[in-house]
């Protein structure tokens, strides 16, 4: 294929996708498909000559479209949104034609001085703490991960590293897993399951820390839970500070944990209140990792600032971009107080590798900051995005939605048979028929089947509780009206 047939096709791809969003309203947003049903669609082997543009496209509709649950379509409400926009995808393409794998900054500079400074724009947008941002001077910054799931493990990863040396030099006779079966932290019950699942592949115990009745964690059973694991002789994955102590039985420093505390859990959109948590962890040493994977877009929005105060106190503070900016998967923005804890538990240097600028002062090396060698550029979709739509068109995008989410909450409340199970500060309702479980999950089951709208459900004190989460960009007051009137119609006939 030469330049002028790419030029003609990619054209011709661009007219498809600005087709596909133009109508996608008019697609089923939950496919009618069975598990296996793509492998007798297609041979059973690569074709050995060419096939062309055209035929590879008509697949497109016939095999991969029956399959797809669309997440942009005005019906989708399930999960959280997933973000897209035309400068986002714009810059997506040229990410993909200048294919730099920037593991360093020696490999493409632009592709890291870039990411560094839209970190500082979007911390700057939210207001974040300058001891965060790079542009201070001091030791904080930030880097974008894949997903909030690997943010999490990177901050949990790192603790327990730095831990493992502390508690090393101090007891030299302790093995690697002896230590590892001490390693203590603490989530909210509520938090994402990635949460428990970094725990898991970090081997640090994680417990869970019950909620009080707007489903935020506990300060009271946290400072329980803590004194016990300390009075057990648990091991910190980070410890702040290090305090000296002299039993026979236990280890030599204070034990200490991390806290990965949630703004706008999955199931309900709640918020741990990091301005009474951050002092307490502050005074305790308790390593705060802040995961907001969802609600981190909503504060750059002036009124919705004020749930991030207390991130002052937080060690490491994350969230999606490719939620609710606008920006497409993948881009998670991860920022840490001090790097040096970061790049200190990750940094190998084989030879193939350095470079001759590698010692100086302003350089950053990203691939110290991540699990994988290389790395997308993915702040061209920032940069594209922020300013082809400026911060402007990015909170009328947030404030529609919540204004969304607020017209259906109304249409819940102003019908008798349903009842709202969590506080709507954002873009998610919660609510159930106030039957019972059994007939909960046969409203959903016939939600799903009917195809027409797409929802997920949660577990909220026990009861079985349907989510409704504004996602698409294209979602206008008359698709919620649409949604609810599907919604009562089946559950009138499951009543009856």
Same mark, same amino acid.
């Given at each position: 294929?030469?330049?002028?047939?790419?030029?003609?096709?990619?054209?011709?791809?661009?007219?498809?996708?600005?087709?596909?969003?133009?109508?996608?309203?008019?697609?089923?947003?939950?496919?009618?498909?069975?598990?296996?049903?793509?492998?007798?669609?297609?041979?059973?082997?690569?074709?050995?000559?060419?096939?062309?543009?055209?035929?590879?496209?008509?697949?497109?509709?016939?095999?991969?479209?029956? &399959?797809?649950?669309?997440?942009?379509?005005?019906?989708?409400?399930?999960?959280?949104?997933?973000? @897209?926009?035309?400068?986002?995808?714009?810059?997506?393409?040229?990410? &993909?034609?200048?294919?730099?794998?920037?593991?360093?900054?020696?490999?493409?500079?632009?592709?890291?001085?870039?990411?560094?400074?839209?970190?500082?724009?979007?911390?700057?947008?939210?207001?974040?703490?300058? @001891?965060?941002?790079?542009?201070?001077?001091?030791?904080?910054?930030?880097?974008?991960?894949?997903?909030?799931?690997?943010?999490?493990?990177?901050?949990?990863?790192?603790?327990?590293?730095?831990?493992?040396?502390?508690?090393?030099?101090?007891?030299?006779?302790?093995?690697?897993?002896?230590?590892?079966?001490?390693?203590?932290?603490?989530?909210?019950?509520?938090?994402?399951?990635?949460?428990?699942?970094?725990?898991?592949?970090?081997?640090?115990?994680?417990?869970?820390?019950?909620?009080?009745?707007?489903?935020?964690?506990?300060?009271?059973?946290?400072?329980?839970?803590?004194?016990?694991?300390?009075?057990?002789?648990?091991?910190?994955?980070?410890?702040?500070?290090?305090?000296?102590?002299?039993?026979?039985?236990?280890?030599?420093?204070?034990?200490?944990?991390?806290?990965?505390?949630?703004? &706008?859990?999955?199931?309900?959109?709640?918020?741990?209140?990091?301005?009474?948590?951050?002092?307490? @962890?502050?005074?305790?040493?308790?390593?705060? #990792?802040?995961?907001?994977?969802?609600?981190?877009?909503?504060?750059?929005?002036?009124?919705?600032? #004020?749930?991030?105060?207390?991130?002052?106190?937080?060690?490491?503070?994350?969230?999606?971009?490719?939620?609710?900016?606008?920006?497409?998967?993948?881009?998670?923005?991860?920022?840490?107080?001090?790097?040096?804890?970061?790049?200190?538990?990750?940094?190998?240097?084989?030879?193939?590798?350095?470079?001759?600028?590698?010692?100086?002062?302003?350089?950053?090396?990203?691939?110290?900051?991540?699990?994988?060698?290389?790395?997308?550029?993915?702040?061209?979709?920032?940069?594209?995005?922020?300013?082809?739509?400026?911060?402007?068109?990015?909170?009328?995008?947030?404030?529609?939605?919540?204004?969304?989410?607020?017209?259906?909450?109304?249409?819940?409340?102003?019908?008798?048979?349903?009842?709202?199970?969590?506080?709507?500060?954002? &873009?998610?309702?919660?609510?159930?028929?106030?039957?019972?479980?059994?007939?909960?999950?046969?409203?959903?089951?016939?939600?799903?089947? @009917?195809?027409?709208?797409?929802?997920?459900?949660?577990?909220?004190?026990?009861?079985?509780?349907?989510?409704?989460?504004?996602?698409?960009?294209?979602?206008?007051?008359? #698709?919620?009206?649409?949604?609810?009137? #599907?919604?009562?119609?089946?559950?009138?006939?499951?009543?009856?």
């Amino acid at each position: 294929m030469d330049v002028e047939e790419f030029r003609r096709l990619g054209k011709e791809m661009v007219d498809y996708v600005a087709d596909y969003w133009k109508t996608i309203e008019e697609r089923p947003v939950y496919p009618d498909v069975e598990p296996g049903y793509l492998r007798p669609l297609i041979p059973t082997e690569a074709p050995q000559e060419p096939e062309t543009f055209e035929d590879v496209m008509k697949d497109v509709e016939r095999v991969i479209m029956p &399959g797809i649950t669309h997440w942009n379509s005005p019906y989708f409400y399930a999960y959280f949104p997933t973000g @897209c926009s035309h400068p986002s995808l714009l810059a997506d393409m040229l990410c &993909g034609a200048l294919s730099c794998i920037g593991f360093s900054w020696a490999a493409s500079p632009a592709c890291t001085e870039l990411e560094t400074v839209m970190m500082d724009w979007l911390g700057k947008m939210m207001q974040l703490p300058e @001891c965060f941002l790079a542009s201070s001077g001091g030791q904080g910054g930030g880097v974008l991960q894949g997903t909030a799931s690997e943010a999490t493990l990177m901050s949990l990863l790192a603790a327990r590293c730095k831990a493992l040396r502390q508690i090393q030099v101090l007891h030299p006779e302790w093995s690697e897993p002896e230590i590892f079966s001490k390693l203590i932290a603490y989530t909210s019950e509520q938090a994402h399951s990635s949460v428990e699942r970094a725990g898991l592949i970090a081997s640090v115990t994680m417990r869970m820390v019950p909620t009080d009745n707007s489903y935020a964690m506990r300060l009271d059973l946290l400072k329980r839970m803590v004194e016990e694991d300390k009075a057990a002789g648990l091991i910190p994955v980070y410890v702040r500070e290090q305090h000296s102590r002299h039993h026979s039985n236990s280890i030599c420093v204070q034990p200490e944990a991390t806290v990965c505390a949630t703004l &706008g859990t999955t199931p309900s959109c709640a918020f741990d209140n990091i301005a009474e948590l951050g002092p307490y @962890c502050k005074e305790a040493n308790l390593w705060l #990792h802040v995961d907001a994977a969802y609600a981190g877009s909503a504060f750059i929005c002036p009124e919705f600032r #004020h749930l991030l105060n207390g991130i002052e106190f937080a060690d490491s503070f994350n969230f999606n971009p490719h939620k609710w900016l606008l920006i497409n998967f993948d881009c998670s923005a991860f920022w840490v107080r001090n790097k040096v804890d970061l790049v200190g538990a990750f940094k190998v240097e084989p030879v193939y590798l350095k470079y001759e600028k590698q010692d100086a002062g302003l350089i950053t090396d990203y691939r110290h900051w991540q699990i994988p060698l290389g790395r997308r550029f993915r702040s061209l979709k920032m940069w594209f995005t922020f300013r082809m739509l400026g911060v402007g068109r990015l909170q009328e995008n947030i404030r529609k939605q919540v204004a969304l989410a607020r017209e259906f909450e109304g249409l819940v409340r102003a019908d008798d048979r349903f009842e709202i199970s969590a506080e709507v500060i954002m &873009g998610l309702v919660c609510f159930r028929l106030k039957g019972s479980n059994e007939q909960n999950q046969e409203l959903l089951k016939q939600i799903t089947k @009917c195809r027409e709208i797409h929802l997920v459900p949660c577990e909220l004190s026990g009861k079985f509780v349907l989510r409704f989460a504004i996602c698409s960009r294209y979602t206008e007051s008359r #698709h919620v009206q649409v949604a609810w009137r #599907h919604i009562a119609q089946l559950a009138t006939g499951i009543l009856k």
